[in-house]
């Protein structure tokens, strides 16, 4: 007994010897990815000329100089909110907010729904047809976009796809492939004898689904909700093919067309909608980011 209680003492001496290297180790990592966005922000208030001198500076003014001489340092350095103001109305920020706001809502709301639904079947009506509608979207994870990316826009073009409903529809076929995978391991989870009891009580399908099954997919479905919201809301390749960009730009399209011809990038306006566009989803991301980790472990181990 006392050995083992020796050998106990002695291993965690180990793990608090090594606990601060790893420590230490992610440290390092988190700075260095917290950094672009960093200097993303910093810039977002700055003048050209200084976006290119001083990435990472906030004055060139020594502080020997006296405080005037720092106060005029600033004022030069800064550009306060002009790049803001120049960004949002170059961009037509609003706009392509309310764009994007509207495709990223519809399609999470539709991805959430049809594929929960798609997974409550697959899982309770076994037969070879949901076998192969399972493997399909599974399948569809490892196809890359790049195959099928021209097919898509000339069958979104011939469809009439080429607008924000038209383009909901687009991603939830390629979110499904996921979405269906996390949710068919967790209703895998679900004890069927509590779909038995409400079919007992009088239920029908649909409300068997609303009432008895959704409320219990609620993890997976905030999971689902939070990854997708981040890909639809940053995407820029598959609305740049689908959407008519000239009537419907999204943040991201709208970003891009700041880079003007002949190489000419008003970088400061650039990088102040580039603040204006993550701060959105950096907040929900914060917001429910407690629910990913339960979520991922109850579709991904469960079943």
Not at 269 to 294: D, G, N, R, S, T
Request: net charge positive; proline share 3%.
């Amino acid at each position: 007994m006392a050995k083992q209680k020796k050998t106990q003492e002695v291993s965690a001496v180990r793990q608090a010897k090594h606990g601060w290297i790893i420590t230490l180790l992610f440290t390092v990592l988190s700075v260095l990815w917290i950094s672009p966005i960093f200097m993303v922000l910093l810039n977002s208030f700055k003048r050209k000329a200084y976006i290119f001198k001083h990435p990472f500076g906030i004055s060139t003014v020594s502080i020997t100089e006296g405080f005037e001489a720092f106060k005029d340092g600033m004022s030069r350095l800064f550009c306060s909110t002009l790049n803001y103001k120049n960004g949002l109305r170059m961009t037509h920020f609003w706009d392509c907010f309310g764009n994007s706001l509207f495709i990223t809502v519809g399609s999470v709301v539709l991805i959430v729904l049809c594929c929960s639904m798609c997974a409550w079947y697959i899982v309770r009506v076994k037969t070879k047809g949901t076998k192969l509608m399972y493997t399909l979207c599974l399948f569809s994870m490892i196809v890359p976009f790049q195959m099928v990316m021209f097919t898509l826009s000339k069958f979104a073009n011939m469809l009439h796809l080429s607008n924000p409903l038209g383009i909901i529809i687009v991603y939830l076929g390629f979110g499904a492939g996921l979405a269906v995978f996390m949710f068919t391991g967790f209703v895998k989870s679900i004890s069927l004898e509590i779909e038995e009891a409400a079919m007992i009580d009088g239920c029908t399908p649909l409300q068997m689904y609303f009432r008895v099954v959704f409320p219990i997919l609620r993890p997976t479905a905030v999971t689902v909700a939070i990854l997708e919201a981040m890909w639809v809301w940053n995407d820029y390749l598959l609305p740049s093919l689908v959407l008519n960009i000239n009537q419907y730009k999204t943040i991201p399209i709208a970003i891009q067309y700041l880079k003007q011809s002949h190489g000419m990038i008003d970088w400061g306006a650039m990088m102040a909608m580039l603040v204006l566009a993550i701060l959105p989803i950096v907040i929900f991301y914060i917001v429910c980011q407690k629910y990913i980790i339960e979520g991922v472990l109850a579709g991904a181990v469960k079943g």
